[in-house]
């Protein structure tokens, strides 16, 4: 396809989003602290509505995403093809990301599909900042809710960083990793006792 053709249809999308706006969507995202050059208040479900008559899209998504707009970001991680997202590519979008709803959403929508999601997830774990480790335990937490065990390392790395994150300053990023920690125990008997020995550790227990 070429650029000029992206960027029409880039423009025509951008432009349907004045369709969907919904104020006092937009109000109380920003009333919460969410923060974008531009957000239309469109909600998740007209957004999907959007992305299922678009469909599946690399460089239409690649375009997206370079938008400052809320809703553009959010439908560039449901139109992307997961298989053609290369590793870098995901890692150039993690970085980009700046709040904990485009984080949710890529790992929600994109990120737990991609092949390498395990590898992509533990990978962030280990990031020094926040957003990175937020979208980690998010993936995981699907990954765990479709059955998918780590081996013995990634055991005992996913519950070393989860200790950490559940003792952190952000409560969004606390929340993810309990959460992911729950999925965890979900996996078996012998998940479940090293989840609740791990999180008994450090003076917590399941909530």
């Not at 249809?9 to 104020?23: E, H, N, P, T, Y």
């Not at 709040?99 to 994109?110: K, P």
């Not at 020995?197 to 399941?206: E, L, T, Y």
Request: glycine share 4%; hydrophobic share 45%.
């Amino acid at each position: 396809m070429k650029d000029s053709d992206v960027n029409e249809r880039v423009k025509a999308i951008k432009q349907s989003f004045r369709l969907m706006m919904d104020g006092a969507t937009a109000q109380s995202m920003r009333d919460k602290g969410l923060r974008y050059r531009l957000n239309w208040g469109a909600t998740l479900p007209r957004l999907r509505e959007k992305a299922d008559e678009t469909g599946p899209d690399y460089e239409l998504a690649i375009a997206l995403w370079k938008e400052d707009v809320r809703e553009c970001k959010i439908l560039a991680t449901m139109i992307m093809p997961p298989d053609e997202m290369l590793p870098e590519v995901a890692d150039i979008w993690m970085e980009q990301t700046d709040s904990v709803e485009i984080a949710e959403q890529a790992a929600y929508n994109l990120f737990q599909h991609l092949p390498y999601a395990a590898e992509k997830a533990f990978g962030w774990l280990a990031s020094p900042l926040d957003l990175p480790q937020l979208c980690g335990y998010h993936i995981l937490s699907r990954l765990f809710m479709r059955g998918q065990e780590p081996n013995e390392q990634g055991i005992n790395e996913f519950l070393d960083q989860a200790l950490c994150a559940l003792q952190s300053q952000n409560i969004a990023l606390r929340k993810a990793a309990m959460q992911s920690v729950l999925h965890f125990s979900d996996l078996g008997l012998l998940y479940q006792r090293l989840a609740h020995s791990a999180v008994k550790s450090i003076g917590m227990d399941f909530v």
